[in-house]
């Protein structure tokens, strides 16, 4: 009987954590172990976990040691180590399990009761070891990534270097060169190739990152019926194009992993040198154009050079 090892990565959802854990105690595939990685909640996470049949552990020795006696785990890291160190950290761990298939995920999806099922069954139909749900719903419409571009350097703005099929999505699956950790379901040995996510990236494209990584051993299939709601999207509005743009610490991760991926999956010289300029001109401009150049500017350049010289890890604090 297949063995299918469920990763949760959680921060202070515990309202979305719930409903995702009922939705896979009720998958009509039985998940052996779900195993959940607290980054160091503060609402009461971990004490829900535990008042409800959780084994709680705070060092990987004891992860370890609990590999065969419980089913359900739960994890609790001493810090926030932000979204990338989470599921570096949960995948690590739970690569050590007995298992033969990670479903990964973060606390705010919810899986209908049949998408492991469907992932596992097209996995088997077409001899892939990755599958990804499909997450379109009444608040979300999904983007399915045909192709990635890395040879044209103008092509520099986040997400431009995407194609996408065309929408309606109406066949069973696509193969796709992208993914999000929202339900990526991956085959154990394929998780011990590849290694763990890279941690550096802190927060935004270390799934990308590992897709690409991933796609060295297998094809990555998008299973359209397989799905998987997104519990915290928002009604589909309009796009504003000429939204003004104030800068985040969240928005600093974005242009510096943005910059750190073109760089290290560029084709040639100039998508690894001249596309990174690029965006940082563009986004110099339409910083000025909408006032906020103040705010704008120490965080862009310093997204820029970090991103230029590889400098990785928790850069920019999270309340910037």
């Known amino acids: 009987m297949e063995k299918v090892c469920a990763v949760l990565v959680t921060y ?30 503060t609402d009461g996470t971990s004490k829900y976990l535990e008042n409800h049949g959780f084994k709680i552990l705070s060092s990987s020795d004891e992860v370890k040691n609990n590999i065969s006696s419980n089913r359900m785990i739960s994890f609790r890291s001493e810090k926030n180590l932000g979204g990338s160190g989470g599921f570096a950290n949960a ?48 608040n979300y419409e999904d983007s399915v990534v045909k192709a990635l571009d890395f040879n044209n350097f103008l092509k ?34 394929t998780v011990r190739k590849v290694g763990i996510p890279d941690d550096g990236f802190f927060l935004e ?26 519990q ?19 928005t600093y991760y974005m242009l510096r992993n943005n910059i750190i991926f073109d760089r290290r999956y560029g084709k040639n010289w100039a998508v690894r040198n001249i596309s990174p300029r690029l965006l940082l001109i563009h986004k110099m401009v339409k910083s000025i154009l909408d006032g906020y150049a103040k705010n704008n500017l120490p965080l862009l350049f310093k997204a820029y050079h970090d991103g230029m010289n590889n400098r990785m890890g928790k850069r920019v604090d999270p309340n910037y």
């Open 12 to 41: 202070n959802r515990l309202e979305c954590l719930k409903r995702v854990l009922t939705a896979l105690n009720s998958q009509t595939k039985e998940i052996s172990k779900i195993f959940v990685f607290d980054n160091n909640s």
């Open 156 to 189: 520099y703005t986040p997400y431009s270097r995407k194609e996408f099929y065309p929408k309606p999505l109406t066949k069973d699956y696509y193969y796709v060169v992208d993914m999000a950790f929202e339900g990526p379901l991956i085959d154990m040995d």
């Open 91 to 138: 995948i690590k761990m739970a690569s050590k399990f007995d298992s033969d298939y990670l479903w990964i995920m973060d606390d705010d999806v919810l899986p209908e009761n049949n998408c492991l099922e469907l992932l596992l069954q097209k996995m088997h139909d077409l001899n892939v070891k990755v599958a990804i749900p499909s997450r379109s719903d009444s």
């Open 232 to 250: 915290l999207a928002k009604k589909n509005k309009k796009s504003v194009t000429s939204k003004r743009d104030r800068y985040t610490w969240r």
């Open 205 to 230: 494209y270390d799934d990308s990152d590992y897709a690409q990584r991933l796609q060295k051993y297998s094809k990555i299939v998008y299973v359209t019926n397989a799905v998987l709601h997104r």
